[in-house]
């Protein structure tokens, strides 16, 4: 099974954030950004490193919200907190959005990410 920790952060506005895969990385897509736990590396680690890598994001991970079994991935979605004047630098050519969970889920998002929407939206109202 492939680990990856995805990352769930949500601007002063209440946006969440949500990345293009790079190019070249199938499948094409919109995700919460992330990537893969490597070995010997708690989940948190994992993200905070992959935010660094991919984002020029520094910040700390908090509480797993979910988890998402679709073999061979295992998606572990983990709040994720940054300085609010941190600025993203996406460094592999990827496109980034803030998007307000309130709307009509976005077509183009993975499958494998699209039961964290609708679970961050439950989350939302209460």
Do not use: Y
């Amino acid at each position: 099974m492939i680990v990856v920790a995805a990352a769930v952060m949500f601007d002063a506005e209440g946006r969440v954030l949500l990345c293009s895969r790079p190019e070249g990385k199938p499948p094409a897509g919109w995700e919460f950004p992330g990537g893969k736990v490597e070995p010997g590396e708690s989940l948190g680690e994992a993200l905070e490193r992959e935010l660094l890598e991919e984002l020029d994001l520094p910040g700390s991970a908090g509480n797993e919200i979910t988890v998402v079994t679709a073999p061979p991935v295992e998606l572990h979605f983990i709040e994720f907190f940054c300085a609010k004047d941190a600025a993203i630098t996406p460094r592999e050519g990827q496109v980034f959005r803030w998007q307000t969970i309130e709307e009509s889920m976005p077509e183009d998002l993975l499958p494998n990410d699209r039961p964290v929407w609708e679970i961050l939206k439950k989350i939302r109202k209460n």
